[in-house]
């Protein structure tokens, strides 16, 4: 059974970083891509960014580019979003997923989903 558990969220002021945790369990972490997504109120989920798992290979969307850096520790299971300089446009419930096989930045096609860490920026 895939369990994903997201950890690290919280209210932050608008310059800080903060570094959010996905631990995962239940995969067979060398077929799997690891995304983050976010979703802010009245607002579609949006793609951050993946990862894979194996090569550590990251891609990002155009728009999260320069501020947020996704990694992981195989042997911890976890993956990370490193996240700088944060905007309190950046504020959101963050999700991790996990896909097999290949980059995809549609939601839909997450077969894994953790429960969200909520991100607040004040200004």
């Known amino acids: 059974q895939v369990q994903l558990v997201e950890s690290g969220g919280g209210l932050v002021q608008a310059g800080d970083s903060l570094r959010l945790s996905c631990a995962a369990s239940g995969l067979t972490f060398s077929r799997y891509y690891m995304g983050w997504f976010r979703q802010a109120p009245g607002k579609e989920r949006e793609f951050v960014g993946t990862?894979?798992?194996?090569?550590?290979?990251?891609y990002y969307a155009d728009s999260m580019k320069g501020r947020f850096t996704i990694s992981r520790d195989n042997a911890k299971n976890t993956v990370y979003l490193q996240m700088n300089s944060l905007k309190p446009e950046d504020t959101a419930v963050y999700y991790c997923?996990?896909?097999?096989?290949?980059?995809?930045?549609?939601?839909?096609?997450?077969?894994?989903w953790g429960q969200g860490t909520q991100v607040s920026v004040s200004s």
């Open positions: 997923a996990a896909r097999k096989y290949g980059v995809i930045s549609t939601p839909s096609g997450y077969d894994n």
């Open positions: 990862i894979n798992w194996t090569s550590g290979t990251t």
